[in-house]
């Protein structure tokens, strides 16, 4: 985890809003191999979709700090103008299925018309009959039918239509797909099917996927690395398997145990209180408040430090 195609270098993206500063994002750092992929989980509101955000510049108006270092393939790109980002890695090497996918489609467009538009506008097919080729070969990857492409969004189930926004995230091959909350507001089965297309794509392709979601059970499937994102911070990233088997920080330690599995019997846990507001954050480990180990050191800020091949944010492990 130490290098890798994607390195994310203290990265903060602060918010103006009327109540205060919001700190969505506050210093976030980890690393990603390529053809890897990290999931990222944690309470609503943690900071999770603003760190999407940020990673490919896709900022609101009221951004009150976004600094920090982003690199792929060893290149800062946070140093790019916003032209150069948008010609040399939206789309191109970087794309996003943001969340709720399903509802950010045109309704007015053809849906062969939308997947198509990455391709056209960065030069990658010269004629549209070139793109629709294009449109068709990613349909099949994804599962659509080839004869959906002339329909519109209205026209597609709820699941049609995340696989539609995927699509459209592929259609570039582009390095790195970044996918926020990619089987929200879908029912069960429909988030099964999603899910044996993703575990598809990241076997038949070498493309690099951040997965953002609050569900680890699911997530489980595709993850290589975890990371765990708390108040705006990353508190622990390692590769899956330590995670799932041997998590370090109390906070990922207790989010595991609110998740009932079908291999054991155990009795659930729950989390008590409710995590920090992102407008005045406490100083401090920011989840002292609600940690069972808590002790007198925990009022100061931890550092992130390797334990046996993780990293963790926490004085238990100083």
């Known amino acids: ?34 053809g890897r992929t990290l999931v990222v989980v944690g309470e609503s509101g943690s900071g999770k979709s603003s760190l999407a955000k940020a990673i490919l510049r896709l900022l609101p108006r009221n951004v009150l700090k976004y600094e920090g270092s982003v690199y792929m393939d060893d290149v800062d790109v946070m140093k790019l103008s916003d032209d150069q980002f948008r010609r040399r890695v939206r789309w191109v090497k970087a794309a996003l299925v ?69 699509a459209m995230a592929l259609v570039t091959n582009p390095d790195l797909i970044v996918m926020d909350e990619p089987t929200s507001a879908l029912d069960v089965l429909t988030q099964a099917n999603l899910m044996n297309v993703l575990k598809r794509l990241k076997q038949s392709t070498e493309m690099t996927f951040i997965l953002i979601t609050h569900d680890i059970a699911t997530a489980s499937d595709l993850a290589d690395d975890v990371a765990v994102m708390y108040a705006g911070q990353i508190v622990e990233q390692s590769t899956a398997r330590r995670f799932y088997t041997a998590p370090l920080h109390p906070y990922s330690k207790m989010l595991l145990s609110s998740v009932p599995t079908l291999k054991e019997d155990k009795e659930l846990q729950h989390i008590p209180g409710t995590p920090p507001s992102l407008i005045n954050p406490p100083k401090g480990c920011r989840f002292a408040d609600r940690c069972p180990a808590r002790f007198d050191k925990c009022s100061q800020e931890p550092p992130l430090r390797q334990v046996n091949g993780s990293r963790v944010k926490c004085w238990l492990y100083e």
């Open 1 to 34: 985890m130490e290098n890798g195609f994607l390195r994310v270098e203290d990265l903060r993206l602060h918010f103006r809003t009327m109540r205060g500063p919001v700190q969505a994002v506050d210093g976030v750092t980890f690393h990603l191999g390529r």
């Open 98 to 166: 943001p969340q709720a996918a399903q509802n950010s489609l045109n309704p007015v467009l053809r849906v062969q018309d939308q997947v198509a538009e990455p391709l056209l506008v960065h030069g990658k097919a010269k004629t549209k009959e070139k793109a629709y080729e294009r449109v068709a070969e990613v349909f099949g990857m994804v599962g659509l039918p080839t004869d959906f492409m002339s329909r519109y969004p209205f026209e597609l189930s709820g699941g049609m239509r995340q696989r539609t926004a995927i």
